[in-house]
C-alpha cells in the first residue's frame, strides 16, 4: 500500500532563511507527487507536482521540489521564506496509473512557523 | 469562477445525533471526493465521485456515513449517529472529468474543509 512519510510535525524558520520540508513515500512504481499547502481557513492549494522528466519542479510562491528515487523523497524547498509561507504543508502520493483514477494518499503535514 | 465550497464550516454536535456536510464542486468537474482529517493523522480518503455514481467507496469508515451527490451536482455525507471518533476536518474536493494519466492529470481543486467536532 502506498503511504507518505512527513517526519517533522512543526518547524520553525526565520524570515528570509532558507527552508526545506522532508517527504517520504512507499509506493511499487514511479508514483505521482505533490505538495500542497493550507492556510487558516483556507483549502488545500497545490503548490507543485512531479509525473516524470526533469526530477527538479518548480511551483508556485517560489518553491521547488526535488524527487530522488533512490531515497524514495520528495522534499520541499524554499531559498528564502516569507511571513505569508506559515502554513500546513502536505505531502501527497497518487496511484492513478493502476485505476485511472485519483486517489490522494496524505503525509501527516508539517507546520511551518516563521519567526520575525 | 467560485471554488470548492463546503457548508457549513464548523458543526458541533452530542454522540448519537446525526449531521449533513454539503459540498459544492466546482461548476462543470465530474469528480468529487471526500476525505477527512482525524486531528493529528493524516488526511484521508473516504470516496470519489463521478458524476452521480460512486466509483470509489472504499475509505469510507463504516456503514453510519453515507453520500450522495444528487444529479452530479453538489454531495452530502451524513453521519449517523455520530460517534466521537468521527470528529475532525471533512473535506471536499474536485476535479475535471477523464480518466487521469501522465498527460491527463486533473488537479483536485480543494474546498476548506468542515471541522465536526462530536461531544
Known amino acids: 500500500a502506498q503511504s507518505v512519510t512527513q517526519p517533522d510535525i512543526h518547524i520553525t524558520v526565520s524570515e528570509g532563511a532558507s527552508l526545506e520540508l522532508r517527504c517520504n513515500y512507499s509506493y511499487g512504481a514511479t508514483p505521482y507527487l505533490f505538495w500542497y499547502v493550507q492556510s487558516p481557513g483556507q483549502g488545500l492549494q497545490l503548490l507543485l507536482k512531479?509525473?516524470?522528466?526533469?526530477?527538479l519542479v518548480q511551483g508556485i510562491k517560489g518553491f521547488e521540489a526535488e524527487f530522488k528515487r533512490s531515497q524514495s523523497s520528495f522534499n520541499l524547498r524554499k531559498p528564502s521564506v516569507h511571513w505569508s509561507d506559515a502554513a500546513e504543508y502536505f505531502c501527497?502520493?497518487?496511484?492513478?496509473?493502476?485505476?485511472?483514477?485519483?486517489?490522494?494518499?496524505f503525509g501527516t503535514g508539517t507546520r511551518l512557523l516563521v519567526s520575525p | 469562477e467560485a471554488g470548492v465550497t463546503q457548508f457549513p464550516s464548523h458543526s458541533v454536535i452530542e454522540k448519537g445525533q446525526t449531521v449533513t456536510l454539503r459540498c459544492d464542486p466546482i461548476?462543470?468537474?465530474?469528480?468529487l471526493y471526500w476525505y477527512r482529517r482525524v486531528m493529528g493523522k493524516e488526511i484521508k480518503f473516504l470516496l470519489h465521485?463521478?458524476?452521480?455514481?460512486?466509483?470509489?467507496e472504499s475509505g469510507m469508515p463504516n456503514n453510519r456515513f453515507l453520500a450522495e451527490r444528487t444529479g452530479g451536482t453538489y454531495s452530502t455525507l451524513k453521519v449517523q449517529p455520530a460517534e466521537l471518533e468521527d470528529s475532525g476536518v471533512y473535506f471536499c474536493a474536485s476535479s475535471q472529468g477523464g480518466l487521469a494519466g501522465p498527460s491527463s492529470y486533473n488537479e483536485q481543486f480543494f474546498g476548506p474543509g468542515t471541522r465536526l467536532t462530536v461531544l
Open positions: 512531479y509525473f516524470s522528466g526533469d526530477t
Open positions: 501527497a502520493v497518487d496511484g492513478v496509473m493502476n485505476t485511472g483514477f485519483q486517489k490522494l494518499v
Open positions: 461548476s462543470g468537474h465530474d469528480n
Open positions: 465521485f463521478v458524476k452521480e455514481s460512486k466509483q470509489d
